[in-house]
């Protein structure tokens, strides 16, 4: 996909949009991907093409461009996409932010899978992130390995100081609402209930 900044940089020009329609008209390496003619694809082959040819004009350009094409996906709704592009510029705290924003969205619309391909990515040291930490409990939770996940969640919660202040409460939702689902999936009641009563207060 080519998104604004991104397409302005690839493209050279500041009309980026009605660069690519043209293009998309003359039948060239442009395709449009819907009906509005707002997204469009280039050329697998194409792309690769112009990518190389940043990399030997502009170098230093890639991860700017990245963070750019990170921001706009992420305010447009396109999460798992910005998360990517954040890691393919090297900025782990950026692209951790974003995964832990979204995470438990994504795993209510059925995601887990992609969550974890994303956590993937991250090198161990990031990984030991309080958030994301959580996030990989959560993903442990939906494979049943309930020891590994329990692990997780002790990291997350040792090292939950670490956390930014202004995350806390959104932190502390997901960290309880992975904690009961690990009691629930161990059958263990008592330990739900006690669970569910923060989830039941105003934050």
Known sequence: RVCGPLADRLTGASGSERTLLELEDANAFVVAVDRERSWFRYHPL????????????????IRDLHLAAADWL?????????????QAAGDSKHAGRLLADHGFSLSLEGQVAT???LLAAFS???????ELA?????VELTQ???????????????HASEVL???RNPFAVVLAVARLELA??????????????????PV
Do not use: N
């Open 115 to 117: 969550i974890g391909a």
């Open 74 to 86: 992420a305010e447009h709704g396109h999460a798992v996409d910005a998360i990517r592009h954040a």
């Open 144 to 158: 049943h390995s309930l020891g590994t996940a329990a692990a997780y969640l002790t990291l997350a919660e040792r």
């Open 165 to 167: 202040a202004e995350r």
């Open 46 to 61: 194409f792309a690769d093409l112009l990518l190389l040819e940043l990399r030997r004009t502009e170098p230093d350009a």
């Open 184 to 201: 629930r999936r161990r059958g263990d009641l008592e330990a739900a209930l006690r669970e569910v009563g923060p989830l039941l207060e």
């Open 124 to 130: 161990p040291e990031a990984l030991s992130h309080p």
């Open 134 to 138: 959580t996030l990989l409990a959560y």
